[in-house]
């Protein structure tokens, strides 16, 4: 079964409580948060607090993706705020066992994020501390981009370690996923799929998350 998590990057934040109640009556699978601090990435969006609010408002798996300088300062405080699965860049300057460890003694569930130009193979010495990775399809900073076709085989490449090790990991692939780059995505691999801007861009948003869900899962 292929997982969705929205991503709320493109919302109106003035709304942003009527857009998760909306996604949580389709049943969405999770929420992607992406977190942003103008330096990891050109482009600053929000933090704690907006988790904390959100957390306060559903039930529904807190996915958050931490596009931030040296993670490792954070992780405390986004499992505090409510974060469920806690993602991070290997290209980010933390320390990546160990930060993975961190995640884990603060209860949560890790994600082991790459971009597009980072090597699949920068995640395996890690996978066993992995309950998810995720593979980005555009250069991370914002939503609405195009899906890059060439990082596929990472994801077949990270799907296939994860079976040698007889391990059920999820793969996340997030950026420039649709109807048409959707089916490509769960070929090669990848079980859990971020969506923003096909979501956010359509007038009823959990119809398109079930049209979409529907369409990754055939
Ligand atoms: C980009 C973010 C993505 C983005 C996805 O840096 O990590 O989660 O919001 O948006 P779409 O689906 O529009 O590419
Ligand atoms: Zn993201």
Same mark, same amino acid.
């Given at each position: 079964?292929?997982?969705?998590? &929205?991503?709320?990057?493109?919302?109106?934040?003035t709304?942003?409580?009527?857009?998760?109640?909306e996604?949580?009556?389709?049943?969405?699978? !999770?929420?992607?948060?992406?977190?942003? $601090? =103008?330096?990891?990435?050109?482009? *600053?969006?929000?933090?704690? &607090?907006?988790?904390?609010?959100?957390?306060? *408002?559903?039930?529904?798996?807190?996915?958050?993706?931490? !596009?931030i300088?040296r993670p490792?300062? #954070? *992780?405390?405080?986004?499992?505090?705020? @409510?974060?469920?699965?806690?993602?991070?860049?290997?290209?980010?300057?933390?320390d /990546? +066992?160990?930060?993975?460890?961190?995640?884990?003694?603060?209860?949560?569930?890790t %994600?082991?994020?790459?971009?597009?130009?980072? &090597?699949?193979?920068?995640?395996?010495? #890690?996978?066993?501390? %992995?309950? !998810?990775?995720?593979? !980005?399809?555009?250069?991370?900073?914002?939503g @609405?981009?195009?899906?890059?076709?060439?990082?596929?085989?990472k994801?077949?490449? /990270?799907?296939?370690?994860?079976?040698?090790? +007889?391990m059920?990991? $999820?793969?996340e692939?997030? =950026?420039? /996923?649709?109807?048409?780059?959707?089916?490509?995505?769960?070929?090669?691999?990848a079980?859990?799929?971020?969506? =923003?801007?096909?979501?956010?861009?359509? &007038?009823?948003?959990g119809?398109?998350?079930?049209?979409l869900?529907? %369409?990754?899962?055939?």
């Amino acid at each position: 079964m292929i997982k969705i998590s &929205p991503s709320v990057l493109t919302a109106d934040f003035t709304s942003l409580g009527d857009a998760i109640k909306e996604l949580d009556n389709a049943k969405t699978d !999770m929420l992607h948060l992406d977190v942003m $601090d =103008g330096i990891f990435v050109p482009n *600053i969006s929000f933090g704690m &607090p907006v988790v904390k609010s959100v957390r306060k *408002i559903t039930d529904t798996i807190l996915d958050t993706h931490l !596009m931030i300088d040296r993670p490792h300062r #954070y *992780i405390e405080a986004f499992a505090e705020a @409510g974060s469920d699965i806690i993602g991070f860049h290997t290209e980010a300057g933390s320390d /990546i +066992g160990a930060t993975l460890d961190l995640i884990h003694s603060c209860g949560k569930k890790t %994600c082991l994020t790459i971009k597009p130009k980072t &090597p699949a193979e920068d995640v395996f010495d #890690y996978l066993e501390k %992995c309950d !998810m990775v995720l593979v !980005m399809s555009v250069e991370p900073g914002f939503g @609405g981009q195009k899906f890059m076709n060439e990082v596929l085989p990472k994801v077949t490449a /990270i799907r296939e370690r994860a079976n040698a090790l +007889g391990m059920p990991l $999820d793969i996340e692939i997030d =950026g420039g /996923i649709n109807l048409e780059t959707a089916p490509l995505a769960v070929k090669a691999g990848a079980n859990v799929l971020v969506a =923003g801007n096909v979501i956010f861009s359509a &007038p009823d948003k959990g119809a398109r998350l079930k049209e979409l869900r529907e %369409c990754a899962n055939n």
